[in-house]
């Protein structure tokens, strides 16, 4: 089994910050990647931003320049530094991680989500 907990979330101004965090814990080998998407009021779940095993990155178009994925020197953190925030960034955002867990199976655990506003 593998969890993942977020935290971080909250109501923020247009033009503001916000830095979720998400921790993952079990029987892990292996984190292959860890990712951060959302789903917004109405909208699909969609790919925020990913960090793979070597630390290459990935960014959704929409938030390019302004979001930054990075992880903890344990490297079973992820972190989500979200600035020039907006209100259609306003959504639930969710954690997900690819996992060999130490008995070699493969999982792709999600996290609870946590909600981020956006608004004056």
């Known amino acids: 089994q593998v969890q993942l907990v977020e935290s971080g979330g909250g109501l923020v101004q247009p033009g503001g910050s916000l830095r979720l965090s998400c921790a993952a814990s079990g029987s892990i080998l292996r984190i292959n990647s860890m990712a951060w998407y959302r789903q917004g009021p109405g909208k699909q779940r969609e790919l925020v931003a990913l960090?793979?095993?070597?630390?290459?990155?990935n960014y959704a178009d929409s938030v390019k320049g302004r979001f930054t994925i990075s992880r903890g020197n344990a490297k079973n953190t992820v972190y989500l530094q979200m600035n020039s925030l907006k209100p259609e960034d306003t959504a639930v955002y969710y954690c997900?991680?690819?996992?060999?867990?130490?008995?070699?199976?493969?999982?792709?655990?999600w996290g609870q989500g946590t909600l981020v506003t956006v608004s004056s």
């Open positions: 997900n991680a690819a996992v060999t867990t130490d008995s070699y199976n493969y999982l792709e655990p």
């Open positions: 960090i793979m095993f070597d630390g290459t990155t």
